[in-house]
């Protein structure tokens, strides 16, 4: 196709493009001072991802070098064997451990971060100060990663599972509780109104008008987080905080690398069932369809 052909075709059939092109010429060209700071933020941005690569120490050759004793582990490995029946007995009980980790873990996170979710909530809470104190709580909460609770409650309650489910509760704790307050304020006010405006009380308008509506929201989350964690207490297994953590180190650690495929193909398959079940859920509850 002819551009230039193409591009005096339409001067000719609509030539009032060519006047307002003249007209509002500034409107056209776009702001240059605009134009010069993108362009510098994306020079700025550029730069500062290139001496990251080199901060880190990012070297192709070590990178292919590393891919050729990646290939040596991933031969070590096959094909998965637990070594002996006892060792796939207690590396199934391990995984069994981690899934009821993940599942106490989860729900108690949930429960205690929907009020604190409320009080972080701009449209539920006109106290500023309240509402900036539960929303900074919950920052520091959230800031602090997973693995950082599990090594702290290790400290607290020693180790086992119970540091693990608690390690859980605090992290997801503040992520829960930032995600239902963002939830709570996109709900949509119209429901709320019309409930204050028929009579209806405060605490009726919340229940009645915005729990409905974020309900279906929140499941999603919990169901999501779960799924999550169950990863999530396979790596905080590893400081002491239970699950099958532990064993995928001391596998690791002795290079018996087939019992750690054994233990790696345990979790997918652990994953891909609690995927497959929360889609299930999904649907029969929230009414969203699995992807």
Not at 62 to 72: R, S
Request: proline share 4%; glycine share 10%.
């Amino acid at each position: 196709m002819n551009t230039s052909a193409t591009k005096t075709s339409m001067r000719d059939r609509f030539p009032e493009i060519g006047e307002m092109r003249a007209k509002y010429a500034h409107a056209f060209k776009g702001d240059p001072r605009q134009r010069r700071l993108m362009y510098s933020i994306g020079s700025g941005l550029v730069a500062l991802y290139v001496f990251g690569l080199y901060y880190v120490g990012f070297s192709p050759l070590m990178l292919i070098n590393g891919f050729g004793k990646f290939g040596i582990v991933v031969k070590a490995m096959m094909p998965p064997d637990p070594g002996s029946w006892d060792n796939a007995v207690v590396f199934t009980r391990g995984v069994v451990e981690t899934l009821a980790m993940a599942f106490f873990g989860t729900i108690c996170a949930a429960l205690l971060a929907l009020p604190f979710g409320f009080l972080a909530a701009r449209n539920i809470v006109s106290n500023s100060i309240l509402h900036h104190a539960a929303r900074r709580f919950l920052d520091i909460i959230r800031g602090i990663d997973t693995l950082i609770w599990a090594l702290i409650w290790v400290g607290v309650v020693g180790l086992g599972p119970f540091a693990g489910v608690l390690a859980i509760i605090t992290s997801d704790f503040g992520a829960f509780g930032k995600l239902f307050s963002e939830a709570i304020e996109a709900a949509d006010q119209k429901p709320v109104e019309g409930i204050v405006a028929s009579g209806g009380s405060r605490l009726e308008s919340i229940r009645f008008g915005i729990v409905p509506q974020i309900l279906p929201v929140l499941l999603g989350q919990v169901l999501y987080f779960f799924e999550s964690n169950t990863r999530t207490t396979t790596i905080i297994g590893i400081v002491g905080a239970g699950g099958i953590g532990l064993y995928l180190t001391e596998t690791i650690r002795t290079y018996l690398w087939e019992e750690t495929s054994f233990i790696i193909v345990l979790v997918l398959i652990t994953v891909a069932a609690i995927d497959w079940i929360s889609s299930k859920l999904r649907v029969a509850i929230i009414g969203a369809r699995p992807v």
